[in-house]
Antibody
């Protein structure tokens, strides 16, 4: 069974930093591209960042570029999001999501974690 | 950036009814469109990809159609578990991936 479990969320002051983790199991993590998607309270979904299976290709939403860093450790079956210079508008539930392109050719988000809440407030 | 617009924002319907949700793209996305369902307190789940292909385990009452800039998600006979928020998402031109703002199905 595919499982994605996020952790690392919490309350942080504006300007602070936080590192999110996503532990993957039930599939060959190293084969799959991965993403972070966030959802502000009561709002819609916003894509945040993408990383290729080997980590060589990385993309960010303009809203987080220069402040967030996505990475992965395929040996540990883990995805990360380092968030620096956090702002109130970064407050959201952060989901990691698997991209099934390697098996389907379709670049969607077929499995999602349960999310971890990041609150940026003084 | 491709802007996705969903309508209506909220739809009040009764169980058993047929419902159609709309999604429009600001430029053509071909058939590279997905639909997701999100229930309260849960992560989104993939319903439809390629505009019309049902994801694994999705009941046949869910169907998607359209191409280019106009898409629809139809639920043929609403069940109680279908009351949720539905999002469309394009994956034709990325980054960034972009989502619609969502349509909430509520019980009438």
């Amino acid at each position: 069974e595919v499982q994605l479990v996020e952790s690392g969320g919490g309350l942080v002051q504006p300007g602070g930093s936080l590192r999110l983790s996503c532990a993957a199991s039930g599939f060959t993590f190293s084969f799959y591209e991965m993403n972070w998607v966030r959802q502000a309270p009561g709002k819609g979904l916003e894509w945040v960042s993408y990383i290729s299976s080997g980590g060589s290709s990385i993309y960010y939403a303009d809203s987080v570029k220069g402040r967030f860093t996505i990475s992965r450790d395929n040996a540990k079956n883990s995805l990360y999001l380092q968030m620096n210079s956090l702002r109130a508008e970064d407050t959201a539930v952060y989901y990691c999501a698997r991209d099934p392109t390697v098996t389907t050719g379709i670049s969607t988000f077929d499995y999602w974690g349960q999310g971890t809440l990041v609150t940026v407030s003084s | 950036e491709i802007v996705m617009t969903q309508s209506p924002a909220t739809l009040s319907v009764s169980p058993g009814e047929r419902v159609t949700l709309s999604c429009r793209a600001s430029q053509s996305v071909g058939s590279n469109l997905a639909w997701y369902q999100q229930k309260p307190g849960q992560a989104p789940s993939l319903l439809i990809y390629g505009a019309s292909a049902r994801a694994t385990g999705i009941p046949a009452r869910f169907s998607g159609s359209g191409s280019g800039t106009e898409f629809t998600l139809t639920i043929s006979s609403l069940q109680s578990e279908d009351f949720a928020v539905y999002y469309c998402q394009q994956y034709n031109n990325w980054p960034p991936y972009t989502f619609g703002q969502g349509t909430k199905l509520e019980i009438k």
